[in-house]
């Protein structure tokens, strides 16, 4: 029987898988429409729009989940992560109102339409674009300096305190990592969303090539791991687990690739779901048992009374929420799943 | 420059300031959609789909906003407040749980609301906005409780210096919770009933022939309507609630200086903390005790029962109260000019009340924004009452006016692009009779 400590561990790696593949996804749409500028775009935005516009907020709420785990049972780690990757974490903040504010108001404008047209201002377009884009660059750098060890380094400057923390080669790699991955995963999704042809073949192109920027970011930032984050590179390339893993990961891109070349479009979903999913777990195991490298572990937590009512509420939420989910998802995603294009 | 607590309690301030508004919103439109939806189905009547409709487009824009910087609140409670989090994470962390589920189960049903009307019958339509509202409701219930907690904490002991003996299921039974939730409630019903119900009044004066106006005015009054009645009545018990855990609190509110056998109740008035006097103020002999304690001479404790250190900001409570308490009074007294009118039925015809409407249009919102001010900075210099100060609880994080004024500037520029875009949906309403615009959508 796993402790609990590493049951709610593992919920909060939960929550970020699910907020990786859906949330994520919808920053990564968001990214697309840095490429959908003006009249032209106007078909790629409609689509982006009616793909995340009636999920995004859902979606949106696993970060959510995932910060309240980390409060509730883990506040040693929420509280160093919060004071020393502040900057971070607040610019995240400021992209995560952006972006969500800039698609209500474009979306909901009332003179927008289904087509991609809006009535509000353009400059929502590039607002909803860049937000899009540096809200997972953030987040990917929090968790790049999580992982590195520089968020428990010294606090004699204001400098080392704040700054040094996050500002470094393997946190920024990260970062780049994460806008890439779910720049891929959109596309990747985004290709089955279209009934159009010509879309469908500019994003499964769009898939390809972010696929293999994928592959490359993730060698570069596993490179970067020997001396940007020592705990993680002895996880990963030290132990047998972690080789099997890097080799699954590995193995799973390659196969999403195929796919994506192969036009095996739902395969290819899953294939590069299963990638991202591979890369969160490589790094959540590899840092195991630390929460924060090298100073806090998951079992510097709350005591077990506030676990049992958090994993008691966690279940009894996820059962009550499933269903619902499986209804939105089927509701608005079903026929695009169910028949396949071409 | 300000010093980082100041800096740190203004940005928490205006980010709940600016949340507190869409939250509110959020419980209480998809009650009022749901009202018109219901009204359709029952009555085959288009226009009352119509309206349902109208208001939902407005609405997704408002939720967007209140789910983005709720989120924003979520960091904030660690970024600004650590030692806060640290040590009330274990014991409340379970209530924010459950939000957290209410709210997802909120985003999945708006979802499923606003972009499911033609994809799903319209009673399984209506339950989803139904859902809507009552997980809107519930989010602020646990949230709300959580505030209950600061006020009065509980379900831990403290054992040397440090929380132990953690029972995080007291919160949830918290003697305040009721009261407070309760308030807040009936708070975002009547101040979003009475925002409808003047934007309507105000397109009913300039278009008295649209049809959509006058069932959407009464929709309106009726959901912010009722809860402006019951909202004196919650608002006591509140205080009596405050008076019993809080004394410092109730003695700022009430800019109470000195203990009294039989204090008076001080209306208005600008409280000196200097000379411990209330200035221009409207003085009911013996209110305060009658009130609290339904007995004239009843001892109410003053702030000199306070050390001098643990003194709330007097000035700020008590005009916040004031503030409230006018607001509130207002609203409850149209609703009772409306509800004669109506029951007249010259509730469409009264210009005087329909001008009258839109005067107290923000009156909901300022009551809330006031009422936000007293039991936060009312609980001051404490962050939870009696056992952490917030200037032991903010962050080392330096130079904290830079985010302070990033977010001010930010959200300043989204109310005033929040309130365009809203605009835009009356103005919309504005150029069209229901008429032409039903026709021109069926063809």
């Known amino acids: 029987m796993p402790s609990y400590e590493l049951i709610v561990a593992a919920a909060l790696v939960g929550a970020l898988t699910f907020y990786l593949l859906f ?109 899009s884009l540096i809200t997972p660059t953030m987040l990917g750098i929090v968790l790049g300096a999580i992982a590195s060890g520089r968020a428990s380094g010294p606090t004699d400057t204001i400098r080392q305190t704040f700054v ?35 879309l469908r073949r500019l994003f499964r192109r769009r898939a390809v090539m972010s696929g293999i920027f994928v592959i490359v ?57 299963g990638g991202a999913v591979a890369i969160l777990w490589g790094w959540a195991l590899s840092q195991y048992p630390y929460l924060v490298e090298p100073s806090v572990t998951i079992y510097d937590a709350a005591p077990h009374s506030t676990l049992d009512i958090l994993l008691a509420s ?7 929420l499933l269903p619902f989910l499986y209804y939105l998802y089927n509701l608005f995603k079903g026929d695009v799943l169910s028949h396949r294009h071409g | ?32 959609m749901a009202m018109a939806e219901w009204r359709w189905l029952k009555t085959g009547n288009e226009d009352y789909l119509e309206l349902a409709k109208r208001w939902s487009k407005g609405t997704a824009i408002l939720f967007a906003v209140g789910a983005v910087s709720g989120t924003v609140l979520s960091f904030e409670l660690g970024l600004l407040w650590p030692s806060f989090m640290e040590r009330a994470g274990p014991v409340i962390g379970p209530l924010f749980g459950l939000e957290g589920f209410a709210f997802f189960t909120e985003a999945i049903f708006l979802g499923i609301y606003l972009y499911g009307w033609s994809r799903i019958p319209p009673r399984a339509h209506f339950l989803a906005g139904l859902i809507v509202a009552a997980s809107g409701t519930a989010s602020a219930m646990f949230v709300v409780t959580v505030n209950a907690w600061m006020n009065a904490p509980t379900g831990f002991d403290i054992i040397d210096g440090r929380v132990t003996n953690v029972r ?40 008295p022939s649209n049809r959509l106006h006058k069932p959407a005015l009464i929709m309106a009054l ?59 103020a409207v003085v009911i002999p013996r209110g305060l005790s009658l009130l609290l304690h339904g007995h004239p001479h009843a001892v109410v404790p003053g702030l000199d029962r306070i050390p001098r250190l643990d003194w709330p900001p007097v000035a700020v409570t008590h005009i916040a109260f004031q503030v409230m308490v006018a607001c509130g009074i207002i609203m409850a007294g149209v609703t009772i000019w409306a509800s004669w009118r109506w029951w007249n039925n010259q ?84 150029v069209l009779a229901p008429d032409q615009e039903v026709r021109r959508e069926a063809t």
């Open chain 2, 222 to 280: 009726i959901v912010g309507g009722v809860p402006a009645i019951l909202q004196p009545v919650s608002g006591d018990l509140i205080a009596r609630a405050v008076a019993d855990h809080q004394p410092a609190k109730l003695a700022a509110m009430e800019a109470l200086f000195v203990t009294e056998a039989g204090a008076d109740f001080v209306l208005f008035g600008l409280p000196d903390v200097a000379r411990q006097t209330v200035d221009y």
């Open chain 1, 314 to 320: 966690l279940v009894l939420g996820s059962i009550l």
């Open chain 2, 1 to 32: 420059m300000m010093s980082d607590l100041l800096a740190s309690r203004s940005q928490m301030a205006m980010s709940l300031g600016f949340h507190i508004v869409f939250a509110a919103l959020g419980i209480a439109m998809p009650a009022l």
């Open chain 1, 217 to 273: 970011l993730a060698a570069i930032a596993l490179f970067l791991t020997h001396d940007g984050a020592p705990e993680i590179y002895r996880g990963l390339v030290g132990t047998a687990l972690g080789r099997a893993t890097m080799v699954a990961t590995a193995l799973m891109h390659l196969a999403a690739l195929w796919a994506l070349m192969t036009a095996r479009d739902l395969l290819a979903r899953f294939l590069a779901g």
């Open chain 1, 23 to 131: 949330g994520g996804a919808d920053f990564g749409a968001g990214i697309w429409t840095l490429f959908a500028m003006g009249r032209q775009g106007q078909p790629q935005r409609a689509l982006i729009d009616q793909a995340i516009g009636p999920i995004w907020e859902a979606n949106h709420v696993w970060l959510i989940i995932a910060v309240v785990i980390l409060f509730t049972a883990f506040p040693p780690a929420f509280s160093v992560i919060s004071i020393r990757l502040h900057i971070p974490l607040t610019v995240m903040l400021i992209g995560i109102v952006l972006r969500g504010t800039a698609f209500a108001i474009r979306t909901h404008d009332i003179a927008s339409r289904p087509d991609g047209f809006t009535g509000a201002p353009p400059i929502w377009h590039r607002i909803f674009a860049w937000s």
């Open chain 2, 168 to 207: 995080p299921l007291v919160p949830f039974l918290h003697p305040f919770a009721f009261h407070e939730t309760l308030h807040m409630l009936l708070a975002a019903f009547a101040a979003t009933g009475f925002l409808v119900a003047g934007i309507h009044a105000f397109l009913l004066l300039r278009y």
């Open chain 2, 347 to 430: 509730l469409g015809e009264d210009r005087w009340l329909l001008r009258m409407l839109v005067a107290t249009a923000p009156l909901g919102f300022i009551a809330i924004e006031a009422g936000w001010v007293v039991t936060e900075v009312g609980r001051q210099p404490w962050i939870i009452q009696g056992l952490l100060r917030t200037s032991q609880a903010v962050t080392p994080m330096p130079g904290l006016w830079i985010p302070m004024v990033t977010f001010s500037a930010l959200y300043l520029l989204l109310a005033g692009v929040v309130v365009w875009a809203i605009w835009r949906h009356i103005a919309a309403t504005m």
């Open chain 1, 164 to 198: 040094e923390p996050w500002l470094g080669r393997f946190p920024i790699a990260v970062g780049v990592l994460a806008t890439a991955l779910v720049a891929y995963l959109a596309a990747v999704y985004l290709i089955m969303e279209s009934s159009d042809p010509e």
